[in-house]
């Protein structure tokens, strides 16, 4: 086990509980005595404080642009950039099937623990801690969005394009998904069907490959980036 | 106006500022000083409340179980019978198009103003306050919700069902969207390619009717309700 004073210096907070920690550190892979349910109970309070912090800063952004700086925020790349500022990757307990496969780099472990931190402080204080703790992990992310500046995805910028054309839905499919599970490489069509144009895309997840997808398409009917 | 004394008693909860209850009761429909902000930061305090119930009560609830659980709670529908309840309808405020398209008893907008009531509550005064709404307008639900037997639902038991067979994902696809904005009718087509099984099911949303196409799909495959 590492030093865990150094990293409850780096997260700014000392636990009474340790254990609260070390659960929180925990992936399932390592016991049942994991980070599942606190991940699931940080990610609710993570999606309240930044809700909350964006209402107050940004008084005049739409309830649209705020979901979609909420979204950048709390979204999985975002919270494991968070994880390997505070070098958490160091700290994870992991069984010895994912410690093999380099689990402690991957995105969605690193995020799901930064989650749980957040639930373990909040069990071991109080909802301010654990909201004063969201605000100081990502206060750079926090201080850096801009919600009425935040620009849409392609898949809804082509949904809102085909909708104001009084245009069907475009139709993803999913062509093929290769790879084993950790690296899984999906290719997806999106097909814009009233328009005669079908484009595929692809990604590590089916998300991006869609994302992908649907921006070929946009290019394709020479929509801009808005 | 209606009479708002009445409102806030069902409520539990006296405003000092009406101005806010009235601003949460608003449809966009109605004008620029309406509930969607109000519903995006009710929202997250409706999530936050119910995980961490979820978690206090049932301690041994997989995080799966809980999440399950928590959408059940959160939905749409759910929403909509507490703003039954409530009788919400009676004190919407809507543009004259939504008023005679019978907008106040749509399930959307009445699940919309009962977020943005817990916004409200909460801006008037504070968390502790608006989590004690959310527990005291959800209380029946919340009591009878089981998370250890929240049946899942036909799409997620399929792509389990097919995921363990080793078999590729269902493809949905849109058949037909037919009817006005308010009363679409959606088709929806379920595709298990490597089972030579193709479905069709129909809603009022895309989601119900995906829900729909994946249910005939098991009964066709003979996996029985789990």
Known sequence: ?????????????????????????THRSAGARNNERLEFLGDAILGFEIAENLCREHPNASEGELSRARAQLVKRETLAGVARRLKLGDYLILGTGELRSGGQTRDSILSDAVEAIIAA?????????????????????????????????SKTRLQEYLQAQGKSLPVYQVISVEGS?????????????NLG??????????????QQAAYKVLAKIGVSDS
């Open 121 to 153: 402080v909040f069990m071991d204080a109080d909802m301010e801690s654990a909201r004063a703790l969201v605000r100081r992990i990502l206060r750079e992310e926090i201080a850096e969005i801009s919600p009425e500046a935040q620009p849409k995805d």
């Open 181 to 193: 599970a950790h690296e899984q490489q999906f290719v997806v069509e999106c097909r814009a069907s």
């Open 197 to 210: 144009i079908t484009e595929q895309g692809e990604g590590a997840s089916r998300r991006k490959a869609e």
């Open 1 to 25: 086990m590492l030093d865990l004073k150094r990293l409850q210096r780096n997260l700014g907070y000392e636990f009474r509980d340790e254990t609260l920690l070390v659960q929180s550190l």
